[in-house]
């Protein structure tokens, strides 16, 4: 796996997502300029300053014990250093600092060391870990150590608290007020995806309006013209089928009245069998136009729509299995659906002996699988049985069989209501086919 790959599964999916990051990068960005900015110009300097203060304060009591070392002496530099200066003074008589180099335990320590170095030229050392507030400075003179005890006050400038404070809520201000605008701003692309989305389920999207930003609208207008012009063209093409259709049954039916009454004229039943083919495909052919009907979805019960199905076929005499694994229940175009159905499972009664149904929830979607132990389809066939009017002539009896518009008309419903149908072999040995509907 690649950096960029590796990068790119990092970053959010999601517009939302994507367009906090976009805001926040700059403002983390900012925000560690900041930091550094603050620690090099103000943070380093002002500690260096405080440092040398303190340092030049333990200068001067030092000064003032080694000009007059008497315990008076003593006594005024130590009331001195309490009044003006933060600083505790004592005097340990006799006490000797050991001569062992110590490091500085701190980022404290190390500026106060290189502070005193300037200042104090006499043997000392720091100690800023023994207590949480104070500091400790002792320093060797000729007769004992002076310890000097101030607090961390003077070293350590209360501002860096307020910058950080300031920066990071400042910061958590920003970030609410962008999750909140951008929320807003995501919204009406939701609403065009989930629209879009049931539109291609074939459900009614009549209530959407465009909302939101300029670039959505504009996106939301040009989705309800394709709407509009795509219910338009399905509505003339049902019309043009369903006109043409209709118009030709009044020949047919007279052409059927009219050989009815001759008899014993040769060719006669010939005849006969093709005007009752042709009207066996213009019944095709209204069954296809009806498939792409204005029929609204309404909220379904799929197990009552199967069993109805399964018992319309079994009454006919054939032996199928249904089996229901929940209680199924989606928006569907009831009729439509089950014309879909009726041609996929007559369809594997026609050509064998035990059919199977099951339909069940899996995942997201709903499954219907219909099974059968007949010859099947070839694999190299199975794309070409959904074109209209196509028939196989080697593994399915053309003379059982209708016009070819069974499997187009199954898998246009299906299609209308988002989900898909495909052929695979069955288990049984036949031909299985699959319809997933999403939910």
Same mark, same amino acid.
């Given at each position: 796996?690649t950096?960029r ?5 990092? *970053? ?15 403002l ?6 900041s930091?550094?900015?603050?620690y090099?110009t103000h943070w380093?300097k002002i500690?260096?300053? *405080?440092?040398?203060?303190v ?13 007059d ?5 003593r006594?005024?530099a130590?009331a001195?250093a309490? /009044?003006?200066m ?8 006799g006490?000797?600092?050991?001569n062992?180099a110590?490091?500085p335990?701190?980022?404290l320590?190390d500026m106060?060391d ?5 200042f ?6 720091l ?13 060797q ?5 002076l310890r ?25 201000i920003l970030? @609410?007020?962008a999750t909140i ?5 995501v919204k009406?692309?939701r /609403?065009?995806? /989930?629209a879009?989305e049931?539109f ?5 999207v ?5 909302e939101? &930003? ?5 996106? =939301?207008? &040009?989705?309800?013209?394709m ?6 063209q399905?509505?003339?093409?049902t ?7 209709h118009d030709?049954?009044t020949?047919?039916t007279r052409m059927k ?7 014993n004229?040769?060719?006669i039943e ?15 052919y ?5 498939g ?7 909220p379904?019960?799929?197990?009552? *729509? ?7 076929i079994?009454?006919r ?7 229901l694994?929940?209680?199924l229940?989606?928006p +569907?175009r009831p ?5 879909c159905?009726t041609n996929?499972?007559?369809? &594997?009664?026609?050509y064998g ?11 997201? &979607?709903i499954?219907?699988t ?6 099947g389809?070839?694999e190299d ?5 959904? /074109?209209?009017?196509?028939r *196989?002539d080697d ?5 059982t069989g209708?016009?070819?518009l069974? +499997?187009?008309?199954a ?7 988002? @989900?898909?149908?495909v052929l695979?072999?069955?288990? =049984?040995?036949?031909?299985? @086919?699959?319809i997933?509907?999403?939910l």
């Amino acid at each position: 796996m690649t950096v960029r790959t590796t990068i790119k599964n990092a *970053l959010p999916k999601s517009l939302l997502g994507r367009a906090l990051l976009i805001i926040v990068t700059p403002l983390i960005l900012l925000q560690v300029v900041s930091g550094l900015i603050f620690y090099e110009t103000h943070w380093d300097k002002i500690s260096y300053r *405080l440092a040398r203060s303190v340092a030049g304060d333990v200068s001067a009591i030092v000064q003032l014990v080694t000009e007059d070392p008497s315990e008076e002496g003593r006594e005024r530099a130590a009331a001195l250093a309490g /009044r003006n200066m933060d600083m505790f003074v004592t005097f340990l008589p006799g006490a000797i600092l050991s001569n062992k180099a110590k490091a500085p335990a701190n980022d404290l320590e190390d500026m106060l060391d290189g502070s005193m170095q300037s200042f104090v030229v006499k043997p000392y050392r720091l100690d800023s870990e023994s207590s949480d507030r104070n500091v400790i400075i002792d320093v060797q003179l000729a007769d004992g150590v002076l310890r000097v005890t101030t607090t961390r006050k003077r070293l350590f400038s209360t501002t860096v608290y307020v910058f950080v404070i300031w920066m990071v809520g400042t910061s958590l201000i920003l970030f @609410g007020v962008a999750t909140i605008f951008m929320r807003n701003q995501v919204k009406p692309i939701r /609403r065009l995806a /989930r629209a879009a989305e049931n539109f291609g389920k074939g459900r009614d999207v009549s209530e959407f309006k465009p909302e939101g &930003a300029t670039e959505v609208r504009q996106a =939301a207008q &040009a989705f309800m013209a394709m709407r509009e012009r795509i219910q338009r063209q399905i509505k003339q093409r049902t019309d043009m089928l369903s006109g043409v259709s209709h118009d030709l049954r009044t020949p047919l039916t007279r052409m059927k009245l009219q050989l009815a009454m001759l008899k014993n004229v040769n060719g006669i039943e010939d005849l006969s069998a093709d005007v009752s083919e042709m009207e066996h495909m213009l019944e095709g052919y209204l069954a296809f136009a009806r498939g792409e009907g204005t029929e609204k979805p309404a909220p379904t019960d799929l197990g009552m *729509l199967l069993e109805d199905v399964v018992g319309q076929i079994r009454r006919r005499g054939r032996p199928i299995d249904l089996h229901l694994e929940d209680k199924l229940n989606l928006p +569907l175009r009831p009729n439509a659906f089950k014309r879909c159905v009726t041609n996929l499972v007559e369809n &594997a009664a026609r050509y064998g002996q035990h059919v199977s149904v099951r339909a069940g929830q899996r995942g997201d &979607a709903i499954e219907i699988t219909v099974d059968d132990d007949g010859p099947g389809i070839p694999e190299d066939k199975r794309a070409e049985v959904f /074109r209209p009017f196509f028939r *196989l002539d080697d593994s399915r009896n053309p003379e059982t069989g209708g016009v070819g518009l069974g +499997l187009t008309i199954a898998r246009d419903v299906v299609r209308s209501h988002g @989900g898909e149908i495909v052929l695979s072999e069955s288990p =049984a040995g036949g031909l299985r @086919g699959r319809i997933r509907l999403p939910l």
